[in-house]
């Protein structure tokens, strides 16, 4: 089997640092399959990884002129020369892959024709408002790779273009079978993992939530969740309120949703899951009402106290607590010997 990826399935995780990338070394490295990296592919996501670099050095930055500024201090700004960053993050997804550069899938000349044919005439991958000239190229690889009786396992998560339904699109079935490939496609690299595992019959939801306690998942989760809250306040602070920054989790009820387990080359098992639940906080508003203060003025013709003509205003400060929960996703995975989790590490925190 060859195994295309998609740049998308490769920027989700930009350093493939997932346990899903793992698995899915350990598989082709068990099954003889061999992950196909066109150069396009390549190309994006390294062009990509610049403008995020790029972006996340413009913020930094501005923090570190605010800083200064803050400070009184002269606070020197890191060098990082983008360029050379983005070599090395290239040659860095290579070495995961065990791929050189010249191994690397060309986009040949004569596959532009074929891209602004599609494009024009509205075919699947270009069926939407044809502009989609990148993702005709990639199908275009896609295919020269079954050409050579390959058993093809496309990763995309463009499900828009290249799916209908998650399936592969009716229009580019019909291209696929008209050569006798066996073309697959996959929405996400943990549909591929799901679709290739063996059941292990150890393994089950009551399993795993006794061996992890879901206290101890949302106490490791913790600073994720609160992240999470303070995204979502405005849904519970009133007009007039302001948030005083103070927000801390109270509660958590957490059990197991999706899950899976692998065993891997040497016998250990790798395992990822998805817990669902809800997350209890509190949090500090301060609450600002505006007041007229009543000041009395002396009259020297009638003798008597008198209401001021100037009246003045004064803001009073109102702090207060209160407690609200939100829905979470909290998603982990780690490592199973003997039929025991010997460790776990929080990989996400979603709304639920």
């Known amino acids: 089997m060859r195994i295309i990826l998609d740049t998308n399935v490769l920027q989700s995780n930009l350093g493939c640092l997932d346990i899903a990338f793992d698995i ?19 190309d994006e996501l390294t062009a990509n990884y610049g403008r995020s670099l790029l972006s996340t050095m413009d913020k930094y930055r501005s923090s570190v002129t605010v800083l200064s500024k803050m400070t009184e201090s002269a606070i020197p700004c890191l060098p990082i020369d983008i360029d050379i960053e983005k070599l090395k993050f290239r040659a860095r997804i290579l070495a995961k892959f ?10 040949k000349s004569d596959y532009l024709d074929e891209a602004v044919r599609r494009g024009i005439e509205r075919l699947a991958p270009c069926h939407r408002d044809g502009q989609q000239m990148r993702d005709a190229l990639l199908w275009r690889i896609v295919l020269e790779q079954a050409r ?3 058993e093809i396992a496309f990763i995309t998560q463009n499900t828009r273009d290249f799916c209908v339904d998650g399936k592969l699109h009716s229009h580019l079935t019909k291209e696929a079978e008209a050569i006798n490939a066996k073309v697959a496609v996959y929405i996400s690299l943990d549909e591929f993992i799901k679709r290739h595992v063996k059941a292990v019959e150890f393994a089950t939801k009551e399993w795993l939530a006794n ?71 509190e949090f500090e508003v301060e609450g600002r009402i505006r007041e007229r203060n009543l000041r009395m003025d002396f009259n020297p013709i009638t003798g008597e106290a ?17 407690t609200k929960s939100i829905p979470i996703c909290v998603s982990i995975s780690g490592a199973i010997r003997n039929n025991v989790v010997s460790n776990w590490e929080i990989d996400d925190v979603s709304p639920g």
Do not use: H
């Not at 100037?310 to 702090?319: E, G, M, Q, S």
């Open 306 to 322: 008198e209401m001021g003509q100037d009246p003045t205003f004064r803001i009073n400060r109102n702090l207060c607590t209160r």
């Open 98 to 107: 065990s791929i050189k550069e010249s191994e690397l899938i060309p986009t």
């Open 24 to 42: 899915l070394l350990d598989y082709t490295d068990r099954t003889r399959s061999k992950i196909v990296l066109p150069r396009l592919v390549i």
């Open 211 to 281: 061996s992890i306690p879901g206290d101890q998942i949302s106490e490791a989760a913790r600073s994720k969740i609160e992240v999470l809250a303070e995204r979502r306040l405005d849904r519970f602070v009133d007009d007039g309120e302001e948030p005083t920054g103070y927000i801390s989790m109270t509660d958590a009820l957490l059990e197991p949703d999706e899950f899976f387990v692998y065993e891997m080359a040497d016998s250990s098992f790798r395992f990822e899951s998805s817990w669902l639940g809800e997350a209890e906080f």
């Open 148 to 150: 050579e009786g390959a």
